[in-house]
């Protein structure tokens, strides 16, 4: 059976994008993977090395390179326009940061109900619990 999830960066309070994933959304899968893009990357205001892997000139940025991250051929990744509220999937991702450039939360719905709210950091750490809990 598939998990779809939905995640979407917001910017400001606005949703930037809204992109939807069809199979493993659950935080085990899609959650790790989140965690490791958004904790690879350092928001900048500004491009300062042109052939960073590691950073993202703003939230659009981060968004744009995020789509580039997961999409991989047909199917799978799908973009939606971004609706607030939104849980019609089992998980929403959903990222907010503000227009200094700076990634203030993360938060996760397991369909309408918040399980975790905070920093990318503490995103990592409520995953590796989950796994701990699972084993």
Not at 42 to 68: D, H, R, V, W
Request: glycine share 8%; hydrophobic share 35%.
């Amino acid at each position: 059976m598939s998990t779809a999830c939905a995640t979407r960066i917001f910017e400001d309070g606005e949703c930037l994008v809204n992109m939807v994933r069809q199979a493993d959304g659950y935080p085990e899968g899609h959650g790790q993977e989140l965690f490791e893009f958004l904790s690879s990357k350092k928001i900048t205001c500004g491009i300062t090395n042109y052939s960073s892997e590691t950073e993202a000139n703003g939230l659009s940025c981060l968004a744009a390179q995020m789509i580039a991250h997961f999409k991989k051929g047909i199917g799978g990744i799908y973009l939606q326009m971004p609706r607030w509220p939104q849980y019609e999937y089992e998980f929403t991702y959903d990222v907010f940061g503000d227009s200094d450039s700076m990634l203030s939360k993360v938060v996760v719905h397991d369909d309408q109900l918040e399980v975790f709210s905070g920093s990318v950091e503490a995103f990592g750490v409520w995953l590796n619990l989950r796994k701990e809990q699972a084993a």
